[in-house]
């Protein structure tokens, strides 16, 4: 075994280096990989590490797939792509809005959240890595207006109508021309008689 130890090491020194190489060249380096989809688990802080990427609060399987893209998304940091990107990873249903799709202002943009009944696990942590997750890999030049959580629901609508079809009648009393009216009638009358007396006056 090659050692590359000086020579004036002691003894012992020497012989713990020739048994930790025993133990290495005993290992089987054919089975490490660094591979962010095969790598054991308990190597990807070391390849987020690594690669300048934060897996804080992702799972497993997010953190592979942020490792995975690490590259590219560094690549194209700073830009819509980029931050979309990242997003997507720690939530599929999650990315942004630039300033000039809602009239915002100049070098603004939202992060927005697509949310319906068959979607759940969001959280206000979710909602907090996402905000995160948009700064860190934003250019400089541009701020974060608002978090838009759009919500949508789903249900059935019943619509019902009813016809009713029916005749008018209208019945008045009776009214006929052959109408007797039966009962006394009673007339009053009066007479008045005047007299007239013309005196003339005698002759003188």
Same mark, same amino acid.
């Given at each position: 075994m090659v050692? $590359? $130890?000086p020579a004036h090491k002691t003894a012992v020194q020497k012989a713990l280096d020739i $048994?930790? =190489?025993?133990?290495?060249?005993a290992l089987n380096l054919s089975v490490i990989s660094i591979l962010p989809k095969t790598c054991p688990k308990e190597i990807l802080p070391h390849l987020a590490e690594s690669f300048d990427v934060d897996i804080l609060g992702l799972n497993e399987q997010q953190t592979r797939e942020l490792l995975q893209d690490a590259f590219q998304i560094h690549y194209y940091a700073g830009t819509p792509y980029s931050i979309k990107r990242a997003l997507a990873i720690v939530f599929k249903?999650?990315?942004? &809005?630039?300033w000039q799709e809602y009239e915002g202002d100049p070098y603004y943009f939202r992060v927005t959240v697509?949310?319906?009944p068959d979607i759940t696990g969001i959280t206000q942590q979710l909602l907090d890595r996402l905000v995160q997750t948009a !700064?860190?890999? !934003?250019n400089a030049r541009s701020l974060i207006d608002c978090l838009r959580l759009n919500l949508e629901h789903k249900g059935n609508i019943y619509v019902g109508g009813v016809s009713l079809n029916g005749? !008018?009648?209208?019945?008045?009393? &009776? +009214?006929?021309a052959d109408i007797v009216l039966q009962? +006394?009638?009673?007339?009053? $009358?009066? &007479? &008045?008689s005047a007299h007239s007396i013309t005196i !003339?006056? =005698?002759d003188k």
């Open positions: 050692t $590359l $130890l $048994l930790s =190489g025993e133990r290495f060249e249903h999650a990315g942004i &809005q630039e697509e949310s319906n !700064k860190r890999y !934003k005749t !008018k009648t209208t019945i008045y009393p &009776q +009214n006929s009962g +006394n009638m009673y007339i009053a $009358l009066a &007479q &008045q !003339k006056a =005698g």
